[in-house]
């Protein structure tokens, strides 16, 4: 199996995790990919993911609705409800909002009228058709995580089925001016969630991710390779053995700020009713449970509280 990593500015790497080994059919093979991703997520927080299973084509016709969405006019955007304009979502609520737009498509088939593009008929196939290849990808990780702490392989399954996840389409416009003092295109955050799915458009920089200490290390783009990060609700289930690590999306310096960025997450998050306990592997006598019991609803809500204080939306 792979032990290929991305080497980082201070020398440390973000290991690349086969997902074809994590989908074996022999146990032992998936076992040993399985305490590997383990072990990233254990360090890192971050995996690169290669292999993933979600065709090039699903990526490119995501993508491709995605731009064309994005490079309608500002009005005919905003008709759609799933859209945040530029100035209304931040990340950081101790910053100035982040500079980016984005549209949210959650897993819930029953949105209102009016919630997707009307003018672009084409545009909830491709993200409904990435949503569920992303969310297979995401099931069988939490697979992985399951076999390496010693559990029944499946014993995440019914806590997402079905998911409370969403898809996150992001664009960064091009930087044509100077930003405010601490300003970023993503403000530094962790994620509420289970584990989060992340898309590029083309090689894109500026994905940062913090290491102990407050160091910020950059994580490049890989062609052929997907990015995923641990979330909050998985750190706690672990005991904080798998770290949710904050990460912000930086502004580029020099030819790359006057380009558009594109990207899109997929956030694996359980049933609100979940309770999120310490996971008996993940405690002894020496290590008491670090969080209380807590239903995945009631998590969620209070991060998103958290966004919100500051008067603009998460």
Known sequence: MSKAAVELGSGEKIPVIDFAG?????????????VRMREA??????????????????????FARSIEFFALPRAKK?????????????????????????????????LPAGYWP??????????STYHQAGLSVLRQLMRGVALSLGLSEEYFDAAHGPSNGAVLLLHYPPIT???????????????????????????????EIQRPGGNWLHAPSI????????????SRWTNRQLRS????????????????????????EPRDEVVISCLEPCRSPGKPALY?????????????RETIRSGYEN
Not at 80 to 108: H, N, Q, W
Not at 245 to 268: D, K, M, W
Not at 292 to 304: D, F, I, K, M, N
């Open 292 to 304: 209380p019991s807590v239903t995945a609803g009631e998590h969620l809500a209070a991060r998103r």
């Open 22 to 34: 994590l989908t074996h059919r022999e146990l032992a093979q998936r076992k040993a990919e399985a």
């Open 41 to 62: 997520f254990e360090d890192f927080g971050f995996i690169y993911l290669k292999n993933h299973g979600v065709s090039q084509s699903i990526v490119d016709d995501m």
């Open 223 to 234: 062609p052929g390779a997907a990015i995923v990060n641990v979330g909050d609700l998985l």
């Open 245 to 268: 690590v904050l990460h912000r999306v930086v502004p580029p310096q020099g030819e790359a700020a006057r380009r558009s960025r594109y990207a899109a997450t997929l956030f694996y």
């Open 177 to 207: 001016e100077p930003l405010m003092p601490g300003q970023l295109r993503s403000g530094a955050h962790t994620d509420f969630g289970t584990m989060t799915l992340l898309f590029h458009h083309g090689t894109s920089e500026g994905l």
């Open 118 to 127: 009307e003018r672009l008929p084409d545009f909830r196939a491709a993200v």
């Open 78 to 110: 905003a008709e759609a409800g799933g859209y945040r304009g530029p100035g209304l979502s931040g990340l950081d609520p101790t910053k100035p909002t982040d500079v980016k737009e984005r549209f949210r498509a959650p897993s819930d088939a029953n």
